[in-house]
């Protein structure tokens, strides 16, 4: 498998639920990131880790819960989510810290919260 | 002010026209430009850079105006398959890890 894999691709979940969302990159690149993506609005960058170190999390709530293992996989832990985190959950990597690297994206988790 | 801005469209034209977009930022220090695109329910994709100078991929050219605090992306001869929501995208500074995503213009392009 290329590039950068996401599952679930779909997901529904309660509120009280817990749920994961795993992402998994082959290119051997040092940075993964998680973007949440609502409908009509721009990406919000959520978290950013670089060699397994998190280097960036914007002010994202405890609900979200990130966790990367190693170089290649990102988690993304969910727990008593509100309805308005239903969006499109991506996953991207870059071969360093963006600014100057592309950053290739995962085809996204789309999340529901009922 | 948002951190980067782009008018949302729809930008509705016909096969073979020329398109233009522009998108404005806000930080006068961002130090990197790019243009992704995203297709209906997919993930982006980067399209291309935008270097000082401007430069041009096939059909397609990026241009930087740091004086007015702007990028453009020049579309000739659209096809079919360029209909796409198109990513302003901006590092805002050096001391971000991250880029800043614009909300996207999206492009119909018409036979």
């Known amino acids: 498998e290329t590039g950068v894999t996401q599952t679930p691709r779909h997901l529904v979940m309660g509120m009280t639920n817990k749920k994961s969302l795993k992402c998994e990159q082959h290119?051997?690149?040092?940075?993964m990131y998680w973007y949440k993506q609502s409908a009509k609005k721009p990406l919000e960058l959520m978290f950013v880790y670089s060699l397994e170190e998190r280097v960036e999390n914007n002010s994202v709530p405890s609900r979200f819960s990130p966790e990367c293992p190693n170089s290649s996989h990102l988690f993304l832990h969910l727990h008593t989510l509100q309805p308005e985190d239903s969006a499109l959950y991506l996953c991207?990597?870059?071969?360093?810290?963006?600014?100057?690297?592309?950053?290739?994206f995962g085809p996204g988790t789309r999340l529901t919260v009922t | 002010r948002k951190e980067v801005e782009q008018d949302p469209g729809p930008f509705n034209v016909p096969e073979g026209a020329t398109v233009a977009f522009n998108c404005t930022y806000s930080?006068?220090?961002?130090?990197?430009f790019f243009w992704y695109r995203q297709d209906c329910r997919k993930e982006p994709k980067l399209l291309m850079s935008?270097?000082?100078s401007g430069n041009e991929d096939g059909r397609f050219t990026a241009q930087l105006n740091r004086a007015s605090q702007y990028i453009s992306l020049l579309i000739r001869d659209s096809k079919l398959s360029d209909s796409a929501t198109y990513l302003c995208?901006?590092?805002?500074?050096?001391?971000?890890?991250?880029?800043?995503f614009g909300s996207g213009t999206r492009l119909q392009v018409q036979p």
């Open positions: 991207a990597s870059s071969e360093g810290l963006a600014g100057m690297y592309e950053q290739y």
């Open positions: 930080n006068s220090a961002s130090q990197s």
């Open positions: 290119l051997g690149h040092n940075a």
């Open positions: 995208v901006v590092n805002p500074d050096t001391g971000r890890r991250a880029l800043t």
């Open positions: 935008v270097y000082s």
